[in-house]
């Protein structure tokens, strides 16, 4: 199974892009699905994330200017970001574990694709 990331680029602070994951190869059931970002010099930081019931949790400086959402059929998520800051700017990560018994048994990473805020 492989993640595939789309979406980022280059845009201007205040602007919008959305962010999108799709996982190939044999189809799985996925727990949660989510984004993290790692800007240069910094740790890999949870951005959102979506369980398979739907359920969001989001980071503190994503609330209210992001918004994740998944397709379960296409095994998919996604990440519309508003209002983006040039703090924003870092490589985007999707993830998706698959779980039994809610124990995590594997994680897929996607390869990133990188926002860029510009002031």
């Known amino acids: 199974v492989q993640l595939q990331a789309s979406g980022g680029g280059l845009v201007q602070a205040g602007g919008s892009l959305r962010l999108s994951c799709a996982a190939s190869g044999n189809k799985l059931s996925f727990g949660d699905m989510g984004w993290y970002r790692q800007a240069p010099g910094k740790q890999r930081e949870l951005v959102a994330v979506?369980?398979?019931?739907?359920?969001?949790n989001y980071a503190d400086s994503a609330k209210g200017r992001v918004t994740i959402s998944r397709d379960n059929n296409k095994e998919a998520v996604y990440l519309q970001m508003n209002r983006l800051k040039p703090e924003d700017t870092a490589v985007y990560y999707c993830?998706?574990?698959?779980?039994?018994?809610?124990?995590?048994?594997?994680?897929?990473w996607g390869q990133g694709t990188q926002v860029t805020v510009s002031s």
């Open positions: 979506v369980t398979s019931g739907g359920r969001t």
């Open positions: 993830k998706a574990d698959t779980v039994l018994g809610g124990v995590v048994l594997t994680e897929y």
